[in-house]
């Protein structure tokens, strides 16, 4: 049985669980947004500007060079930097040595590009040009908020099944006594180490985080364990086997009594929603839960044990 407490030095290409032990970068982040209003005082002819290095999290002055952007940190970036910044909207950037770089990473296969988007809000995660939260009149931490609120609030042993940025972790961890997050591709976690909105994933001593498979891991996760999971896994087409009975026994097994799952599917009141909405309930009533209560608000289904 897996310990929650154990690492597997042995085989890290399958599991490893970090305590806290990687902080997130403090870098300086920009994205088109502050890198356009740079622009603007600059032409209006402003010597200072007040702006967000951590993507809205805070603000401070900088000082608005006629040949660039001193920065508070000693960083100075010149304006062709900050012009190639303000013409990007779907990539957020790392100010480093005075030079802009894309906070971008490829997976294990090089077949898929990670990169962080900026939002008006907190940034997604953009996986080969698609973006994995709502960000369709909401914000990616507005979403992480309804699916919370959607499962009932988060108390006791949390799992949740996809890391990615970390923050339904993050969130989980302000009421949960303790949260353990799975991420398959260890590409996302060094996006995530990048990203200010994400820095409790690596800090916050509740959240434990495995690198692994899912579908793999929970089989050896033990029973009872845990009052919630919150499964927001990839689309169908990208991880059937999580959208599985074979799955959906095994979190049943690794729930307490009356214990939840919230299970993120996407728009359940669209054709293709509707669809996956069938086969999700049928299989989570055949593994075992008592009851499947839809969600449309949170666009997923709250299963009960």
Not at 9 to 20: C, E, G, I, L, M
Not at 278 to 291: H, I, P, Q
């Given at each position: ?16 669980t ?10 300086p ?13 600059f ?33 100075r ?83 949740d ?93 690794v ?13 359940i009141?669209?054709?293709?929603g509707a ?31």
């Amino acid at each position: 049985m897996l310990s929650l407490d154990f690492v597997w030095d042995d085989a890290p290409q399958r599991v490893r669980t970090q305590n806290s032990a990687a902080k997130a970068a403090q870098l300086p982040i920009l994205s088109y947004l502050q890198a356009r209003f740079l622009l603007k005082e600059f032409e209006r002819g402003r010597s200072q500007a007040e702006t967000s290095l951590d993507l809205g999290l805070s603000t401070c002055r900088v000082i608005l060079h006629p040949e660039g952007v001193i920065l508070p940190q000693g960083e100075r970036p010149p304006w062709q930097a900050v012009i190639q910044i303000s013409q990007d909207e779907s990539v957020c950037y790392r100010i480093e040595q005075n030079t802009a770089y894309p906070i971008r990473a490829f997976g294990r296969d090089s077949e898929q590009v990670y990169s962080l988007m900026p939002t008006s809000r907190a940034p997604t995660l953009l996986i080969s040009g698609l973006p994995m939260h709502r960000i369709k009149d909401i914000d990616p931490w507005q979403d992480t908020l309804r699916k919370l609120k959607a499962a009932g609030g988060a108390y006791g042993a949390v799992l949740d099944t996809a890391t990615g940025l970390g923050y339904t972790a993050i969130q989980a961890a302000k009421t949960a006594q303790e949260v353990l997050t799975i991420e398959l591709e260890p590409a996302v976690l060094e996006i995530a180490r990048q990203n200010p909105w994400s820095r409790q994933l690596f800090e916050n001593a509740k959240i434990r985080s495995l690198i692994g498979d899912t579908f793999e891991l929970i089989q050896e996760l033990p029973t009872n364990r845990f009052s919630l999971i919150l499964h927001d896994p990839p689309t169908f087409s990208l991880a059937g086997e999580l959208y599985s009975t074979e799955f959906y026994r095994q979190a049943f097994r690794v729930l307490r009594e009356r214990g939840r799952m919230f299970h993120y599917i996407g728009d359940i009141e669209s054709k293709m929603g509707a669809g996956i909405l069938r086969g999700v309930t049928r299989r989570l009533l055949e593994a075992g839960f008592s009851r499947v209560l839809r969600r449309p608000q949170a666009f997923g289904v709250l299963a009960i044990k």
